[in-house]
């Protein structure tokens, strides 16, 4: 009985995530030290692969911040090139030197994001984004976003219904990278959502947690799981024709996380919705 409640007492700690503890063998005989020698080593492996996890995250980080780096520097050349042939040839009547200079202008610039969000989903995946939580009137950043989001929606043929509840909503969150978040998701939302319909962004209060949800019907036929659409460099579209990277996701789930946060994802159909939790902060000068 001894020996069995040393072997139970070794599961538990290695399926607790301490997968360093090993089970003493010198008091056991017999199939239940063969047992203890095979939970060992179980253990053993389990925490040199979470290891070399680690250490491979760790290398793949700094590999995507030094090649993005290097990557950087001729392209910011070459927008300053483009951005001087443009003015030098303002008042030429070359249409098609013109079209190739504003596709120019375009392409380098959409990389130039696709670069930066690359540094960022590599830093906010591994918590080296600086994060400076504070009470947050979470409802008023909210609105700011959809409002600057107006005019981009209607141009996508898309309505915003956004409901607030009628008091302040204060959370803890850093509201730079929280507006990082709205962002992301906006302009998802942009890119996705079905021309015609509605986009419904709700604010509310639920106990001590304050839940904010995006709703949306989606342009294309979802189907993949929510699960893949938050891993990195997934899109909506399988046909890619939309311009993005497939990271907005991912560095929103990332940034909630940083901020003692939580995102849920809901694919439905075509029905899209992300909805952010957080605890209430009750007193907002604490």
């Not at 910011?76 to 040839?89: A, F, G, H, M, Q």
Request: proline share 2%; charged share 25%; net charge negative.
């Amino acid at each position: 009985a001894c020996s069995r409640e040393q072997i139970i007492k070794g599961l538990r700690e290695i399926s607790n995530g301490n997968l360093q503890y090993k089970i003493p063998l010198e008091r056991l005989w017999g199939d239940d030290k063969h047992i203890a020698e095979y939970i060992n080593n179980i253990g053993s492996g389990l925490d040199a692969a979470v290891e070399n996890s680690v250490k491979n995250e760790r290398m793949k980080t700094e590999l995507i911040t030094n090649v993005s780096h290097d990557i950087k520097t001729p392209l910011t050349s070459i927008i300053n090139y483009v951005d001087l042939l443009k003015k030098e040839e303002a008042g030429s009547e070359n249409e098609t030197v013109r079209q190739y200079l504003d596709t120019l202008d375009r392409q380098s610039t959409r990389l130039k994001k696709l670069i930066e969000d690359l540094v960022e989903a590599s830093k906010a995946s591994t918590g080296n984004l600086s994060v400076e939580l504070a009470p947050c009137e979470i409802g008023i950043l909210l609105e700011q976003t959809v409002g600057e989001y107006t005019e981009r929606l209607e141009a996508s043929g898309l309505t915003p219904i956004l409901t607030l509840p009628e008091t302040p909503v204060f959370i803890y969150a850093d509201g730079r990278r929280m507006w990082r978040v709205f962002d992301n998701l906006m302009n998802n939302i942009c890119k996705y959502a079905q021309p015609g319909t509605r986009v419904y962004i709700n604010l509310e209060v639920s106990g001590e947690e304050v839940l904010m949800t995006f709703r949306n019907t989606s342009r294309y036929a979802l189907n993949i799981s929510s699960e893949e659409l938050m891993e990195r460099f997934v899109r909506g579209d399988s046909s890619r024709n939309t311009e993005g990277s497939g990271l907005g996701l991912s560095i929103a789930q990332s940034l909630m996380e940083l901020m003692n946060g939580k995102m849920e994802l809901y694919v439905d159909g075509d029905l899209f919705k992300v909805v952010l939790h957080f605890s209430r902060l009750t007193d907002a000068t604490e």
